[in-house]
């Protein structure tokens, strides 16, 4: 999993991926594709 200051980036790169918020941090999981998961904070 990648950490990174911006995630918009991540999150266009697939249509699949979806922004969640958990324990103060956000992260974008993707269920298709698992390698788009990202984490920021």
């Known amino acids: 999993m990648k950490v990174r200051n911006s995630l918009k980036s991540a999150k266009t790169r697939d249509k699949n991926c979806r922004i969640v918020r958990r324990r103060g941090r956000v992260y974008v999981i993707n269920k298709r ?5 990202v984490r920021q904070g």
């Open 33 to 37: 594709n698992p390698r788009f998961k």
